[in-house]
């Protein structure tokens, strides 16, 4: 087995990144450059290389006078990043009812659901986060398409940020991502394709399109 090291912009990327997914920097904060060199003890240069990956992930932005915030969802991002993450699900999902993978799907997705469960008894809101996404990407894994899967990870982390900003509301219902889960993988059981779709489609623009 090869063990790749990482470089010093992969190195400050995966720090930025975890630290933008746990929270640590809020959404729309800027980042300090100089600081998080200091820091890291390392030059602007890989600093700034890993902040081209993070704007790339869709993570960051930066303006021309080389500032870079991390990304402020508003409402009409929230509504483009759900359009296309249910476009990309459904399409997914035809594909595995059409080659016969879904048997494969639904012995991934309970596996999640359980997990999902364990991880809200234990009140671990990152974890479950991580949990709810797999949960989305399972329709890509029982596929098996590279091409298809890449395009979801290219949405996964602002996903991320997207659960995480719900699951952190007061009046949120955490056990309510669960139930939704669990009432589109009974629709699979039973074939309901259309039902399936329909769902798919409500438990995206509901988790994060509501106030």
């Not at 930025?16 to 746990?22: A, F, H, V």
């Not at 399409?91 to 595995?96: I, K, Q, V």
């Amino acid at each position: 087995m090869i063990v790749k090291k990482l470089s010093m912009k992969e190195q400050c990327y995966e720090i930025m990144k975890e630290r933008i997914l746990r929270g640590e920097y809020e959404l729309g904060e800027e980042i300090n450059i100089v600081k998080l060199s200091t820091e890291l003890m390392v030059s602007n240069t890989p600093i700034r290389e890993a902040l081209s990956l993070l704007e790339a992930d869709g993570l960051v932005v930066t303006s021309l006078n080389v500032r870079a915030q991390v990304v402020l969802l508003t409402s009409t991002s929230f509504n483009d990043i759900v359009q296309s993450l249910y476009v990309l699900v459904k399409g997914a999902y035809e594909l595995c009812v059409r080659e016969g993978r879904i048997e494969v799907c639904l012995e991934l997705m309970e596996k999640s659901l359980m997990e999902q469960e364990r991880l809200l008894v234990e009140k671990d809101s990152h974890e479950f986060v991580k949990e709810s996404i797999h949960f989305d990407r399972i329709i890509f894994e029982a596929l098996g398409n590279p091409h298809l899967s890449f395009l979801f990870e290219r949405l996964s982390n602002v996903l991320f940020l997207m659960y995480r900003a719900n699951h952190q509301r007061e009046d949120w219902d955490h056990s309510r991502s669960i139930l939704e889960h669990q009432m589109i993988v009974e629709a699979i059981k039973k074939g309901e394709h259309e039902e399936v779709e329909r769902l798919l489609n409500e438990h995206y623009h509901q988790t994060f399109t509501e106030e």
